[in-house]
């Protein structure tokens, strides 16, 4: 039964850290080891009918959203080309950005706050419009039930007088966007920035300058290629793709291949929530008022092309008359509290997979220690030791049992020599022996298992906060979320990984007796190449479980047996 017992156990360990190893790998930007993945398929410029030149060279999508009461698409009409085409650059104290003067679409987005991992010197870019990546935020028009044409996306617009720069001392400026008219109608749009803010306002005025009322419908969307950003991981809470949110259904998420499949499931209405893409560390997000139905809508754009967007019917608007529908866009990354304080339910595009429950709380904790504490570093190591207290009771009944069966292995060694030729006596004799020293072979397993969720929620958590880049610990770890420049940490763990297992009783079976010890040296290998903060995090529960599996040991007088 324990041979049974600890190969099993070694066999779930092996596979696990398997897994873990090939998924480290991808995000690393490297091929899987053990089980190799399809080459992703390289974002191309779209070649369908309805694409137009953008300034660098590209092609913008006319993404065509179908849902509702919609009866033409953006980017159907025509693009006016009267107007000059440029880019207009803006620049807050936390963002640079890009708006294409055809549409007044967002094509890029920097964040001057976050380091480019992969690029030297460079920041983080999320959305853009280039050769390797096309990711835009869209707004426009397309008409309702009864007809007509609209200014969408691709129609020419006119940048208003005002400021580009959020200068010192300024907490807010506006930049506005006027469309030339399309049978009559125009359409204003103004991006409010604000400072130390990754949201912007983005307000839509229509203006109705024909002579007869119209009725309108605006969209707004996400167009995105499906590829997976450098060095991201497939696994759990790396998840990279569209994403819904309403009050009725909450979170819900589905790949690029499941709207290439028509099998992408969501709310197709609602009054309530909003639309996003999602990636590792960074989000972005279109969001409308409460209480304001909006057609909600995920479809194939083009080879390898993407849309996610919502559709909003405007009431009929008079001759001479004006509608205006407050939106707000969101772009950044996805620190937790302030994603909740923007919109309740937009902190769930830090996506812990079927580990929120465990995980949210235990991110709540590990925030609030880092107020206390002021390093992330030091706040994993109080989590750890706050979770260590927590389940001191069980860990100290699995290292019992694993004491006791430490005890009785000389007799087990003994007993396995002498009855080698009859496996039956073998096993019998084993189990007088556990009845007689009251040890049960499988004691410090449940333990050990109630508490496995809970790390591994951990273990998500810390790969999963963006706060953790560029977040300096002690001395030579400048960044918890970049391995151990010099190898400290992983060289320190894998001695506390021996440690640990000079503790644990010894199998009988001399294969096993070896790969206890092999196996551990093996995989401490991968620490190497893990983030600081993980590895952090492994060491501090290592030397915890040691402290109390020594001191148990030293108790029952098992220590060096």
């Known amino acids: 039964m324990n041979d049974i017992r600890r190969t099993i156990l070694w066999v779930i360990f092996g596979f696990s850290m398997v897994l873990l190893w090939d998924q480290w790998q991808i995000y690393n930007g490297h091929k899987p080891t053990f089980f190799p993945t399809p080459p992703k398929v390289e974002a191309t410029a779209p070649t369908a009918a309805g694409t137009t030149p953008a300034a660098n060279g590209s092609s913008v999508p006319a993404a065509a959203p179908v849902a509702g009461q919609v009866t033409s698409v953006p980017g159907s009409a025509q693009a006016n080309t009267a107007a000059p085409r440029e880019l207009i650059e803006v620049r807050t104290d936390v963002l640079k950005l890009s708006f294409d003067s055809e549409g007044a679409s967002l094509v890029r987005t920097e964040f001057l706050k976050h380091e480019d991992a992969h690029r030297q010197g460079a920041n983080v870019v999320l959305l853009d419009e280039s050769k390797e990546r096309v990711y835009l935020a869209q707004t426009g028009l397309i008409a309702g039930p009864a007809g007509g044409h609209f200014?969408?996306?691709?129609t020419a617009m006119r940048v208003l007088a005002g400021e580009r720069t959020l200068k010192d001392g300024q907490d807010s400026m506006s930049l506005q966007f006027e469309s030339l008219a399309v049978d009559g109608v125009k359409l204003l749009k103004t991006y409010t920035f604000k400072r130390g803010a990754y949201d912007m306002g983005v307000k839509h005025e229509v203006v109705n300058g024909s002579n007869a009322p119209v009725a309108p419908q605006l969209y707004l969307q996400l167009v995105r290629d499906g590829n997976k950003p450098e060095g991201e991981s497939s696994f759990y809470s790396t998840f990279t793709g569209p994403a819904v949110y309403t009050g009725a259904k909450k979170y819900q998420k589905f790949e690029f291949t499941d709207i290439e499949k028509g099998k992408a499931e969501f709310e197709k209405q609602s009054n309530d929530g909003y639309i996003a893409m999602v990636q590792h560390y960074f989000a972005s997000a279109w969001l409308l008022p409460d209480n304001l139905r909006r057609d909600l809508f995920a479809r194939k754009v083009d080879q390898n092309l993407f849309a996610v967007g919502m559709i909003v019917p405007l009431e009929p608007i008079a001759p001479g008359a004006k509608k205006e529908v407050q939106a707000s866009f969101f772009a950044g990354p996805q620190e937790e509290h302030k994603l909740e304080a923007l919109y309740p339910g937009l902190e769930l595009v830090k996506d812990y997979g079927w580990l929120t429950i465990l995980a949210k709380p235990l991110y709540w904790l590990l925030d609030k220690l880092n107020g206390y504490l002021h390093n992330w570093g030091w706040s994993i190591?109080?989590?750890?030791?706050?979770?260590?207290?927590?389940?001191y009771w069980l860990n100290a009944q699995a290292y019992r049992s694993m004491a006791k069966m430490k005890a009785v292995n000389p007799r087990i060694m003994e007993m396995r020599e002498r009855l080698k030729d009859n496996p039956q006596q073998m096993q019998m004799e084993m189990m007088k022996i556990y009845r007689e020293e009251k040890v049960n072979p499988m004691g410090g397993c449940l333990p050990i298992a109630i508490q496995i969720p809970v790390f591994i929620a951990l273990y998500w958590v810390l790969l999963s906060t963006v706060e953790m880049r560029n977040a300096p610990w002690i001395g030579w770890v400048h960044d918890l979320a970049a391995p151990d420049p010099f190898f400290i940490l992983p060289v320190l763990m894998t001695l506390s990984t021996l440690l640990q297992t000079w503790l644990n009783p010894t199998?009988?079976?001399?294969?096993?007796?070896?790969?206890?010890?092999?196996?551990?040296?093996?995989?401490?290998?991968?620490?190497?190449?893990?983030?600081?903060?993980?590895?952090?995090?492994?060491?501090?529960?290592?030397?915890?479980?040691?402290?109390?599996?020594?001191?148990?040991n030293k108790q029952l007088g098992v220590l060096g047996r």
Request: hydrophobic share 65%; proline share 10%; aromatic share 16%.
């Open 151 to 154: 200014p969408t996306h691709k």
């Open 381 to 391: 190591v109080a989590l750890v030791v706050l979770l260590k207290i927590a389940f």
């Open 507 to 552: 199998p009988p079976d001399p294969m096993q007796a070896k790969l206890m010890w092999i196996m551990p040296m093996a995989f401490s290998v991968m620490f190497f190449f893990f983030p600081a903060g993980l590895v952090l995090y492994w060491l501090t529960n290592n030397i915890l479980s040691i402290a109390q599996q020594w001191l148990i």
